[in-house]
């Protein structure tokens, strides 16, 4: 391989694949000193494909998955007919956020962002946090000159972030909940939109605005601020907007001096750039002219030209089933009941929309390209009559198979994943074992009601059989047997505390009785010399009398061990 590396052309990409828009991050290019030779864009492309910086698909995710309130003073017709067409980000007043699913943290200070602002990239920063990263010196110039930087890249994604170019966000709920569960009741109301708009809203409380005229509306209509994508705001609200700000900073400033002994630089700056914005937005929108005109007349408006549809806050709908089902019930769209409750039995999250999407279903032609959206698949049995559900009976027992597949597929490889992964952390650490292979059945898990519970006679095996504690009963054939609660073998008790009787054992050991004293110590020994010279003159008489045939026989002489118990043994 080093061979190879040192033939190959380190220029080449040839059997490479670049893994950087996974991280979000791009490497510079390294500088090579070259004679000149002019540029080629094809060699050398700065943007799009090849050039490692995609900043157009930040932009259309933020224009895809939030709204806007915007400067009453631009143009939006455009917009209010096509939902892919980018806004200008000098007329953005506020970006509205979701509470439940699109809440974030300040990558500086990583706390819940106060006064909150958003660059072009997408990111959310406290504005105290920016500012003080705005001038914050990283070379000897800046430090040398006292001023901050014109902008600064994200610490994040490494995109440009000027000051003056993010916006105020606000995240708002509203009529919004958190994502239901499977088995919960998801509220379902009817929307209605123009065949040639992008504003969708309730058609309960909505129509009038439908039918007013306005292409964007103004945020204060009803359901408005719940539902459109777009609306145009007044100064009244941007100032009410502002003053929140400055006492939630007013609040933190406390907090850090209290707790932290900080000093309160860079909030006071914050709510110095906060009344700046306050006093350039003044004077923008006029609510009471847009409130005086007169718009046609809503039961002028044909309703051949809506489209109808469910849908939950934020982008929950009901998958095409569904609506097959609600037709064959309700017959037209118009006859659709304004509010609806099912059970959720099913939510498919992660789709895009694309021009595919939209094709199959034209009713969602109000999101723009690249909005996430969910689909719910709910139970009708206590809404839509039995004899309509067994018409669908196949496709929803089809349905439900699909899911149920899906759904072991998914724990199959789960599990597959977490024993490949044991397996590698295994290896690394020297034990080398084979992969199990995968188990159709999963381990039986423990049940609590298996335990016996911390009574007086919890040392016994429980009187009623219970499945936890049958293997473990067969393991003793003793039926009085102590178990703990756990099923375990139960030690024996300890003895009690009392003194042991002595028993007469022959040890070795000499004991008190029998140690003798000097006089008798000296009688043992006469005797024993005694013993030894009659034993003397029975040895000396047999060679004499035996002659030679002494010689061929000799008798061997025997030994006497001393006892000082007064014994004797022979050997």
């Known amino acids: 391989m080093a061979e190879l590396r040192a033939v190959r052309n380190p220029n080449s990409r040839r059997g490479q694949t670049s893994i950087t828009h996974l991280l979000n991050y791009t490497t510079s290019r390294p500088f090579q000193d070259h004679s000149y030779s002019p540029r080629s864009y094809r060699r050398n492309p700065t943007w799009g494909p090849g050039s490692g910086y995609h900043a157009a698909d930040k932009l259309r995710y933020v224009h895809a998955n939030y709204r806007f309130i915007v400067s009453p003073e631009g143009t939006y017709s455009n917009h209010a007919a096509d939902a892919d067409l980018y806004l200008d980000w000098t007329n953005v ?23 909150p602002r958003m660059a072009k990239c997408g990111h959310i920063f406290c504005l105290p946090c920016l500012i003080r990263f705005m001038n914050s010196s990283s070379g000897d110039d800046e430090a040398k000159s006292g001023k901050g930087a014109r902008w600064k890249k994200c610490p994040i994604c490494e995109d440009s972030i000027y000051l003056h170019e993010v916006r105020p966000v606000r995240f708002y709920s509203g009529q919004e909940s958190a994502l239901p569960r499977v088995g919960d009741d998801v509220i379902l ?31 204060y209509a ?16 941007m100032a009410g907007q502002f003053d929140e700000e400055i006492a939630a900073l007013l609040e933190q400033e406390k907090e850090d001096e209290t707790m932290f002994g900080q000093d309160n630089e860079w909030t006071q700056k914050a709510i110095k750039a906060i009344n700046t914005a306050k006093e350039r937005t003044e004077g923008i ?22 489209f109808y549809f469910y849908s939950s806050p934020p982008h929950l709908y009901l998958s095409p089933l569904d609506i097959r089902i609600l037709k064959t019930k309700y017959g037209a769209f118009s006859n659709f009941p304004s509010t609806l409750l099912p059970r959720v039995e099913h939510i498919s999250t992660g789709h895009v929309v694309d021009d595919a999407m939209r094709k199959r279903a034209k009713y969602l032609g109000h999101l723009p390209y690249g909005c996430v959206i969910s689909f719910l698949e709910c139970d009708w049995a206590d809404i839509v009559p039995a004899e309509t559900l067994a018409s669908f009976s196949g496709d929803l027992e089809r349905r439900r198979k699909r899911n149920r597949d899906k759904a072991t597929q998914e ?41 016996q519970p911390l009574s007086g006679n919890s040392g016994t095996t429980p009187p009623e059989p219970r499945p936890g504690f049958s293997s473990l009963a067969s393991m003793s054939t003793s039926p009085s047997t102590q178990r703990t609660v756990w099923g375990t073998r139960a030690p024996p008790l300890s003895p009690e505390l009392e003194p042991t009787q002595p028993t007469n054992v022959d040890d070795g050991w000499l004991r008190d009785e029998e140690i003798l004293g000097t006089a008798e110590l000296a009688m043992q020994l006469e005797a024993i010399e005694m013993i030894e010279a009659s034993n003397v003159g029975d040895s000396s008489g047999a060679a004499n009398a035996g002659g030679s045939g002494a010689k061929k026989g000799k008798k061997k002489k025997q030994k006497i061990t001393l006892m000082s118990t007064g014994g004797r043994r022979g050997n």
């Open 222 to 237: 009803a359901n408005v601020l719940d539902y459109a994508r777009i609306m145009r705001g007044t100064w009244e609200y």
């Open 93 to 115: 007043l506020q970006i509205i956020a979701s509470t439940e699913s699109q809440s974030a943290s300040c990558p500086i200070c990583l706390s819940e962002p106060v006064a």
């Open 285 to 306: 929108g006029n609510a009471e002219a847009a409130v005086s005109l007169p718009g046609p007349n809503p039961s002028k408006q044909p309703s051949e030209a809506c």
């Open 411 to 451: 724990e199959r490889e789960r599990l597959q994943a977490e024993r490949l992964e044991a397996a590698a952390l295994r290896g690394s650490l020297g034990a080398r074992r084979p992969v199990e292979p995968l188990e159709d059945e999963p381990a039986r898990r423990i049940d609590l009601s298996d335990f």
């Open 189 to 219: 109301r009817l929307m209605a939109r123009n065949a040639n708009s992008t504003l969708a809203l309730p058609w309960e409380g909505g129509a009038d605005v439908l039918n007013s005229g306005d292409k964007i509306p103004w945020h």
